[in-house]
């Protein structure tokens, strides 16, 4: 409980959230809490190179486990998994992907609601240009407010900083008949695509970013 470790455990939502994506094999891909790998599977046997990120000691070993002696019996052509025991919290995109010597990658997760604010704003926002593209399962409330427009009620700071960014739009809701232990809420999957040329300079971004947070401290 401690972790926010809410389990998706329905297959079809994880098979969509991939199928969305359209990933290719020549793609890197970063999942963040890995979890009991439901996940994992699809897009490993999408053929993506695949660095999974999970805290979890035990999860981990069961993903190794799997991925270790069983991945040979996933689809031909399955990519390469690495599991990664970390917190992903204290981990940077660049450094995962520029020890691997890669440059840009996919990010996909069932972000814990309570550090969806941080993984939005640390991956993101501050290193976006390492992105592709990202498919992010997040509380709804949150998801809504990040796509809603200008002069929408929820309209806020993360509206306004990822929509200068990304072209963020929501795919489908998930009920919490899906996870297990079983949230309070309902969650919806968001996508975010880069823009071809963001509205923000690169080296505008912090003053932009502490801008809008002062305006919206006084939002009235």
Do not use: W
């Not at 979890?35 to 490993?44: F, H, N």
């Not at 912090?206 to 401290?217: A, G, M």
Request: aromatic share 8%; with cysteine; proline share 7%.
């Amino acid at each position: 409980k401690m972790l926010g470790q809410n389990f998706l455990h329905d297959p079809a939502i994880a098979a969509r959230i991939v199928e969305a994506a359209g990933l290719c094999p020549e793609s890197t891909v970063i999942e963040l809490g890995a979890g009991k790998g439901i996940l994992t599977r699809p897009l490993a046997a999408a053929g993506v190179r695949l660095i999974a990120v999970e805290l979890d000691r035990e999860l981990r070993a069961e993903l190794a486990a799997f991925f270790g002696e069983e991945h040979r019996k996933t689809p031909r052509g399955a990519g390469p998994v690495e599991i990664v025991e970390a917190d992903f919290t204290k981990l940077t995109i660049t450094g995962l992907l520029s020890a691997r010597g890669l440059e840009r990658c996919f990010l996909f997760g069932n972000i814990p609601y309570h550090l969806t604010r941080d993984v939005l704003f640390s991956f993101l926002v501050d290193e976006h240009e390492m992105i592709e593209g990202a498919y992010l399962m997040v509380q709804r409330e949150v998801g809504e407010r990040i796509v809603s427009p200008p002069g929408s009620r929820v309209y806020g700071i993360t509206s306004v900083v990822l929509q200068s960014l990304y072209d963020a739009r929501p795919l489908f809701r998930v009920g919490p008949g899906a996870f297990f232990p079983r949230p309070k809420v309902d969650s919806i999957v968001v996508e975010f695509k880069p823009l071809a040329e963001a509205l923000i300079d690169p080296v505008e971004l912090n003053p932009f970013v502490s801008l809008v947070k002062s305006l919206f401290q006084q939002r009235r």
